[in-house]
């Protein structure tokens, strides 16, 4: 079965500080992989996904992320961290239901909180 | 841009009380899902619809039903609601052949 590790709870950055969130995943075929943003009381926004090809992403609001077979990862990065990027990050695989087309499974979830 | 609105932000219920949540999409997308969102559990699937009167479970159903009577609505019915249904609850859209969702803002219920 599918599974995403996000290992990290909380994070605690400064501002203009480079930003690097960690996901882990186990999915037997190639996976497809996303990352969303949830800001208080909001719903998720898509930063940006990985279907195939370059295996680093860019996506919106300046965050890339690299995509690593061999250590079945998918790490989110920012170079310089605003404070405005506070908010819960959520790593997420998608597999193909033979009914409905794709689900997601997400992880728990990492927590970042931005400091002066 | 895809809209996916929900019928209420935030909802104050009380334990037995029969409660609908309603999600509505502009979008003309096939699948529609349920989530709640518990701290530190993360997302989990309640239910999930990829047709008009079609539903399957997701990972969490006990207690929860469904309803989509037209491609963009899909309604979240708890019979009786319980106090371990305190949750977020969001609604999620998507196209069939594409794994990408569009998530709602949420609706937070309080079952007292």
């Known amino acids: 079965a599918q599974s995403v590790t996000q290992p990290d709870i909380h994070i605690t950055v400064s501002e203009g500080a480079s930003l690097e969130l960690r996901c882990n995943y186990s999915?037997?075929?190639?996976?497809?992989l996303f990352w969303y943003v949830q800001s208080p009381g909001q719903g998720l926004q898509l930063l940006l996904k990985?279907?195939?090809?370059?295996?680093l992403v860019q996506g919106i609001k300046g965050f890339e992320a690299e995509f690593k077979r061999s250590q079945s990862s998918f790490n989110l990065r920012k170079p310089s961290v605003h404070w405005s990027d506070a908010a819960e990050y959520f790593c997420?695989?998608?597999?193909?239901?033979?009914?409905?087309?794709?689900?997601?499974?997400f992880g728990k979830g990492t927590s970042l909180l931005v400091t002066p | 841009d895809v809209k996916v609105t929900q019928s209420s932000r935030y909802l104050v219920k009380r334990t037995g009380e029969k409660v609908f949540l309603e999600c509505v999409q502009d979008?003309?997308?096939?699948?529609m899902f349920w989530y709640r969102q518990d701290p530190g559990l993360g997302l989990r699937l309640i239910y999930f619809?990829?047709?008009?009167?079609?539903?399957e479970k997701g990972d969490i159903p006990e207690g929860y039903s469904v309803s989509r009577e037209k491609k963009e609505r899909f309604s979240l019915i708890l019979e009786s609601a319980s106090t371990n249904q305190t949750s977020m609850y969001l609604c999620?859209?998507?196209?069939?052949?594409?794994?990408?969702?569009?998530f709602g803002p949420g609706t937070r219920l309080l079952v007292l």
């Open positions: 999620a859209t998507g196209r069939a052949s594409q794994e990408t969702q569009y």
């Open positions: 999915y037997g075929a190639t996976p497809y």
């Open positions: 979008m003309d997308h096939e699948n």
């Open positions: 990985y279907f195939s090809g370059d295996t």
């Open positions: 619809s990829y047709d008009v009167k079609m539903k």
């Open positions: 997420a695989v998608g597999s193909l239901n033979s009914n409905s087309g794709y689900a997601l499974n």
